[in-house]
C-alpha cells in the first residue's frame, strides 16, 4: 500500500516547480486520498491520516498539518499519531512572528556558561549570545 499511496503523491509532486507549489500540492493531495479513505475500512482510513502527518512533518508542510486537524475529533479515524497530531497543532499556534523562543544554556570547551536566545521571525531568526556571569 505504500508504494501505491507513494506512486499517488508523486504525481501531485511532478507538477511541482517551487517549494512553495509542493506545500500547496500535498495538503490537497491528502485531504482528497484521505476523504476517499474516510468512506472506507477505519484502519485504512487511520493508516492514510498516519501516512500524510509523517509526510508533512518530514517536508515541514504546516499547511497539510492544518489539514489533519479534522480527523482527529472523528471517532472513526483509528490514526496512531492522534497524540502527536494534536501536539504539533498546538505547537504551530503558538509559534508565530515575534515570539520568543525560552533560552538555552551551553557551555564551551572551557566550561564556560552561555545563554542563547532566539525570537522567530519568518526567514530569519534573530539569535543573541551573552556570557553568563558568575561562571
Known amino acids: 500500500m ?5 506512486g499517488y503523491v508523486n504525481l ?9 507549489l509542493r506545500d500547496s500540492l500535498f495538503p490537497a493531495a491528502g485531504k482528497t486520498a484521505i476523504e476517499k479513505a474516510r468512506q472506507g475500512n477505519p484502519r485504512v482510513y487511520g493508516w492514510m491520516v498516519d501516512y500524510f502527518y509523517r509526510g508533512y512533518e518530514t517536508n515541514g508542510i504546516t499547511a497539510g498539518m492544518k489539514i489533519l486537524e479534522p480527523y482527529l475529533n472523528d471517532s472513526t ?28 544554556g551551553l557551555k564551551d570547551n572551557a566550561a564556560i556558561a552561555w545563554k542563547q536566545s532566539m525570537r522567530f521571525t519568518p526567514g530569519n531568526s534573530k539569535q543573541t549570545y551573552s556570557r553568563n556571569s558568575g561562571s
Do not use: E, H, V
Open 77 to 104: 479515524c483509528l490514526t496512531s499519531k492522534r497524540q502527536k497530531i494534536s501536539r504539533r497543532l498546538k505547537g504551530m499556534a503558538t509559534l508565530f512572528t515575534g515570539s520568543i523562543a525560552p533560552d538555552i
Open 2 to 6: 505504500n508504494k501505491w499511496i507513494d
Open 12 to 20: 501531485y509532486g511532478q507538477s511541482a516547480t517551487t517549494i512553495a
